[in-house]
């Protein structure tokens, strides 16, 4: 089961509304789950949600989104509830409204079937919507490097799946082999996480895959996974969101 939850939230603090206050909105959110989950989510390190703040001058959405079952009874359930209308920031001494709340879920059956199993276009064009980012051996990456992105996606979709797992060597090679960059426009942000500077990017970047149709399906499905995990380091404090671009649509 994925679920994308968006709740539509108003503030008198227009500054609060940056994409970086998401590392706040995770404590709020931890405070609405069962605490022996919240102690679990901590003790193992799996992050089976990811959250964000997509700010407009239009409308200003706190995303929050689960990739099982558990997390969507444990996380996604209290925040539906008619009860939770608005929380208190205590950093920042103010509330904030929720003025409207819109839940999406897919069976994982119905995502299988629609993002697998269909043949898919060959051309993806990702949009990195909040600040991006990656690590190897300890150190940040800030460029979108193919085999980053497929280790990330493969690696959160292992974590949120009991029956599966994807993390390959041989794989991580037939992807990377047959996908090419074919067109990018980024940009280098930084994305503070308790004092500390992290060197991301935001924008957008289009993948071409040459190899067979399945290997097409495959890129397409991990992709459109990753609209729920996220990609890269940081997801559950508002890092690394990202949508597909449909061809012919902003």
């Given at each position: 089961?994925?679920?994308?939850?968006?709740?539509?939230?108003?503030?008198?603090?227009?500054?609060?509304?940056?994409?970086?206050?998401?590392?706040?909105?995770?404590?709020?959110?931890?405070?609405?789950?069962?605490?022996?989950?919240?102690?679990?989510?901590?003790?193992?390190?799996?992050?089976?949600?990811?959250?964000?703040?997509?700010?407009?001058?239009?409308?200003?959405?706190?995303?929050?989104?689960?990739?099982?079952?558990?997390?969507?009874?444990?996380?996604?359930?209290?925040?539906?509830?008619?009860?939770?209308?608005?929380?208190?920031?205590?950093?920042?001494?103010?509330?904030?409204?929720?003025?409207?709340?819109?839940?999406?879920?897919?069976?994982?059956?119905?995502?299988?079937d629609k993002y697998y199993f269909e043949d898919s276009d060959r051309v993806i064009k990702l949009q990195f919507r909040t600040p991006s980012a990656f690590k190897r051996q300890g150190r940040y990456v800030f460029m979108p490097e193919l085999e980053l992105i497929y280790q990330s996606l493969m690696n959160k979709y292992d974590a949120a799946s009991e029956d599966e797992e994807l993390d390959s060597e041989e794989l991580l090679d037939e992807l990377v082999g047959h996908s090419n960059i074919i067109q990018y426009n980024l940009q280098s942000r930084y994305y503070s996480v308790g004092g500390v500077r992290i060197p991301s990017f935001t924008g957008e970047m289009t993948i071409k895959i040459n190899g067979p149709q399945q290997m097409a399906n495959f890129v397409n499905m991990l992709c459109r996974f990753g609209e729920y995990s996220g990609i890269g380091i940081k997801t559950a404090m508002g890092m690394g969101s990202i949508r597909i671009i449909e061809r012919g649509k902003a």
């Open positions: 089961m994925f679920a994308n939850l968006q709740l539509k939230i108003e503030t008198d603090n227009k500054d609060f509304l940056r994409y970086e206050k998401a590392t706040i909105l995770q404590s709020v959110l931890m405070e609405h789950v069962n605490k022996e989950y919240a102690a679990m989510l901590h003790e193992s390190g799996l992050h089976p949600y990811s959250q964000c703040i997509i700010a407009s001058n239009k409308e200003n959405i706190w995303n929050v989104c689960t990739v099982n079952e558990e997390a969507y009874n444990n996380i996604i359930e209290p925040l539906c509830d008619d009860k939770f209308k608005d929380f208190y920031i205590e950093y920042d001494d103010f509330n904030v409204k929720i003025l409207d709340k819109k839940l999406d879920v897919i069976s994982k059956k119905e995502f299988m």
